[in-house]
């Protein structure tokens, strides 16, 4: 017999600012603890030294989290132009130097090729799986071994600001997997002066901006008082892409069991995807077939 998981029953969205110098799965094991809740989890990782958005989803929020992870996201990032690290970043040890800068407008004509569809290489230290071993584990142990390129959508990427001429601060808006310190590395190979991530923001994801967020401070402050729950964010917010349907308490009693569930009239297409709602709370997301809804996800809120 499975053991009962300890804690709350609570459904909903936590945004947290993360800051730098811990990892996404240590913010989420504290808000998981600071709330007393029995199931957390997380919409996208970001690297230890990362800071920004990390949309902690709470009990049933956790079933939303993929609509989350597959939507835009942007970031705030400066690029050290004139070094190459290991591991992409600033973590690592500067394995290559050079002495060339490019100038402003070198700088905004190379990231045209950084837009759009484009094939990314994921840093070497990476949580990518490479024969079932995760790729910093086989780079730390000086292994040799390539990752294959994989497709990315950049919505956008421009220059922000240039402090200096050994720095550059850039905007990205990118779909899900992409890897800001390969963008950092790849555009100081194609300018020829090296680069990689010297700082790092995730200033929104999904419907959740970086304003919404609290910080650990705050979490470890009101720990055990119940007055983070001031703080969360509906679970529905994370099904802001998909057409919403409403049902009759008879169609949510249906779609909560599994079964197909009577929808009111809405925007929603033969086939889409969409969540059916009742008193305002999501019961059910599944595919709109002929006035029904055919449950694949169904919440107990």
């Not at 597959?70 to 690029?79: G, H, N, R």
């Not at 720990?223 to 679970?235: F, I, R, S, V």
Request: proline content about 4%; glycine content about 10%.
């Amino acid at each position: 017999m499975a053991r009962k998981r300890k804690g709350r029953d609570i459904h909903g969205w936590l945004i947290v600012d993360k800051p730098a110098g811990i990892s996404s799965n240590a913010v989420v094991n504290k808000v998981r603890w600071a709330m007393d809740a029995k199931k957390a989890g997380h919409a996208g990782t970001l690297d230890p030294e990362a800071t920004g958005v990390l949309a902690v989803a709470l009990g049933e929020a956790t079933k939303t989290v993929p609509y989350v992870t597959d939507t835009l996201k942007a970031y705030t990032f400066t690029v050290r132009l004139g070094q190459s690290t290991n591991t992409d970043d600033s973590e690592g040890e500067v394995i290559a130097e050079s002495d060339l800068r490019p100038t402003d407008d070198d700088i905004i004509a190379a990231l045209a090729q950084f837009t759009g569809q484009i094939m990314q290489v994921p840093p070497k230290f990476s949580a990518v799986k490479i024969d079932g071993e995760r790729a910093y584990k086989l780079a730390r142990d000086d292994e040799e071994f390539e990752i294959a390129a994989r497709p990315l959508w950049v919505e956008e990427l421009k220059m922000l600001d240039r402090p200096d001429a050994d720095h550059v601060t850039l905007e990205m808006i990118c779909g899900k997997g992409g890897y800001v310190r390969s963008i950092a590395r790849d555009l100081g190979e194609a300018l020829g002066c090296l680069g990689y991530v010297r700082e790092l923001r995730r200033i929104w994801s999904g419907p959740f901006e970086v304003e919404d967020g609290v910080t650990m401070e705050l979490v470890e402050s009101l720990a055990k008082t119940g007055e983070l729950d001031q703080h969360l964010l509906p679970l529905e917010d994370g099904l802001f892409e998909l057409p919403e349907l409403r049902c009759t308490a008879e169609g949510a009693t249906r779609l909560q069991h599994g079964n197909p569930g009577m929808v009111l009239n809405s925007d929603a297409e033969y086939g889409d995807e969409a969540w059916a709602s009742y008193d305002g709370k999501a019961v059910a997301v599944g595919i709109f077939r002929s006035g029904e809804l055919h449950p694949t996800r169904v919440f107990n809120q």
